[in-house]
């Protein structure tokens, strides 16, 4: 299944595995994507797939993996019938995040209707894309920035020390330390360095021409290579927060990127969701709709359970003055049956929350 010129992608399902020299829709594994994945395996400490013997086995992350010219789109699946299609799983997967939040609303309800096939991936591409164009059509935002260099004329403060070295002889020039009112704002650098990384991927052609128009679309200013820290630390404001969708997926693109695999020198990108974590997420927001006055819901509430340690039950249901326990398990459960570590984890959580009934979901 090929989505664009000089790009394959292929879809396997969660728990699945890929072999070497195997064939996955006409498109083989070959030595160069193997050594690449497991490379980024060892560096994640196999979080998101497992080295087998000539192979990977993925675990229970599911979104897309892009290695060099290859396109990895991982699905959820939990029937074991075999008769659900990739389509129909990569619909589950794009309800779930859009029911989440996961990806902004509308944008995911466009491309759900359309489906190309689109990766995930490409999705997340495509919405960072439009989200930038939108930004830029409004106008960039601008930020004082404390600057030290040579000027013409006196302007802010002058660096004495840098002003005999650099200008004994030059009467013309100022050495000073200044404000600058320009372009070089924390949140145009992070739109900037996504788009950059951007362009170290394979893209479909009308994506790579549009991140390079973006690109040129910018005004100049000096840009700066950002530290997780300077991402981790970001504030939105009233006058910043429209830049909010295309900076959660700007890092997620930088955060997520492993340039110059060592194996080949691939470039790889995983953006990857873990569908426990996911699952809790959606059946919570599918619950939320239903709460009112006399049903609450609570989320990770914790308590003390035993030599500092605590349980924390997915969510707690206040309604018409009854305890809920609800727990959620991404699983297939066999003969339609709760396993007994699970009815023990239930059991307990019921006595330490004083729950009248719990649900596992």
């Known amino acids: 299944m090929n989505f664009g010129q000089g790009i394959k992608n292929i879809q396997v399902f969660e728990h699945g595995s890929l072999l070497l020299n195997h064939e996955y829709n006409g498109i083989r ?92 991936l490409e999705i997340y591409f495509e919405l960072f894309l439009e989200e930038t164009a939108r930004i830029l059509q409004e106008g960039l935002i601008r930020s004082y920035e404390r600057r030290s260099g040579q000027l013409h004329a006196v302007k802010g403060r002058i660096l004495f020390e840098q002003q005999i070295r650099n200008n004994l002889i030059r009467k013309d020039r100022i050495y000073a330390n200044y404000e600058s009112y320009n372009y070089g704002h924390l949140l145009n650098n992070l739109l900037v360095q996504a788009l950059q990384t951007m362009r170290k991927l394979s893209l479909r052609p009308e994506l790579e021409s549009l991140t390079i128009q973006l690109l040129n679309r910018f005004p100049k200013f000096r840009t700066r290579k950002l530290s997780q820290t300077d991402i981790d630390t970001i504030v939105y404001n009233r006058k910043t927060f429209r830049y909010k969708t295309a900076i959660d997926i700007a890092r997620l693109i930088i955060g997520n990127f492993s340039p110059d695999i060592r194996f080949g020198r691939y470039n790889l990108l995983a953006m990857l969701f873990d569908m426990n974590r996911l699952f809790e997420e959606y059946i919570y927001r599918q619950l939320l709709k239903y709460c009112g006055d006399n049903k609450r819901l609570f989320r990770q509430t914790s308590t003390y359970f035993w030599d500092k340690r605590k349980i924390q039950p997915d969510m707690v249901l206040k309604a018409d003055g009854v305890n809920y326990i609800l727990d959620t398990k991404w699983k297939t459960v066999k003969n339609a049956q709760p396993s007994i570590s699970d009815l023990k984890q239930m059991f307990v959580y019921s006595q330490y929350f004083d729950a009248q009934y719990s649900i596992l979901i």
């Open 29 to 120: 594994i070959t030595v160069d994507h193997l050594n690449a994945l497991n490379t980024y395996a060892r560096e994640s400490r196999n979080k998101y797939f497992n080295p087998i013997l000539n192979g990977i086995r993925f675990t229970q992350y599911v979104g897309a993996i892009q290695v060099g010219d290859l396109t990895i789109e991982i699905l959820p699946k939990i029937d074991e019938t075999g008769i659900s299609s990739e389509g129909q799983w990569q619909s589950v997967l794009l309800d779930m995040l859009r029911a989440c939040h996961w990806v902004k609303v509308e944008t995911l309800h466009t491309a759900n209707l359309r489906l190309k096939p689109n990766s995930v």
